[in-house]
Nanobody, 114 residues
Framework: QVQVVESGGGLVQSGGSLRLSCVAS????????MSWYRQGTGKQRELVAQ???????HYADSVKGRFTISRDNAKNTVYLQMNSLKPEDTAVYYC????????WGQGTQVTVSS
C-alpha cells in the first residue's frame, strides 16, 4: 500500500504563485509515475501534469507555460510549481502515485481570487 500526502494549497490572488508538494511512501518511489490532477466544483477530475520515471513530463494545455512538475526521488516527493494563477485554476488538487495501480492523496484546496 502506497500512502500519498499532499500539502501547500491555499488562497492566492490572481497572478500569484503556489507550490504544491506530495510525498509518497515506499522504497521504489523512482518507479512511480507521479501526477497531479484537479477537480473544480461541479467538474470532472482532470490531469494537470505528470512526471514519468525517466523524468519526462506532460502538461494539460490549460497550464502549459505556467505550471512546472518536478520530482526528487531522494525525498520521495513530487512538486507542482504554479505561477500566473488564474481564478479558473481554483480546485482541489490531488496527487497520484501510479505503480501497477493508482494511489491517491486526500487532496489540497487551491483557491485563486480575482
Amino acid at each position: 500500500q502506497v500512502q500519498v500526502v499532499e500539502s501547500g494549497g491555499g488562497l492566492v490572488q490572481s497572478g500569484g504563485s503556489l507550490r504544491l508538494s506530495c510525498v509518497a511512501s515506499g522504497s521504489i518511489f523512482s518507479s512511480y509515475f507521479m501526477s497531479w490532477y484537479r477537480q473544480g466544483t461541479g467538474k470532472q477530475r482532470e490531469l494537470v501534469a505528470q512526471v514519468r520515471t525517466d523524468g519526462s513530463t506532460h502538461y494539460a494545455d490549460s497550464v502549459k507555460g505556467r505550471f512546472t512538475i518536478s520530482r526528487d526521488n531522494a525525498k520521495n516527493t513530487v512538486y507542482l510549481q504554479m505561477n500566473s494563477l488564474k481564478p479558473e485554476d481554483t480546485a482541489v488538487y490531488y496527487c497520484c502515485a501510479d505503480f501497477i495501480q493508482p494511489y491517491w492523496g486526500q487532496g489540497t484546496q487551491v483557491t485563486v481570487s480575482s
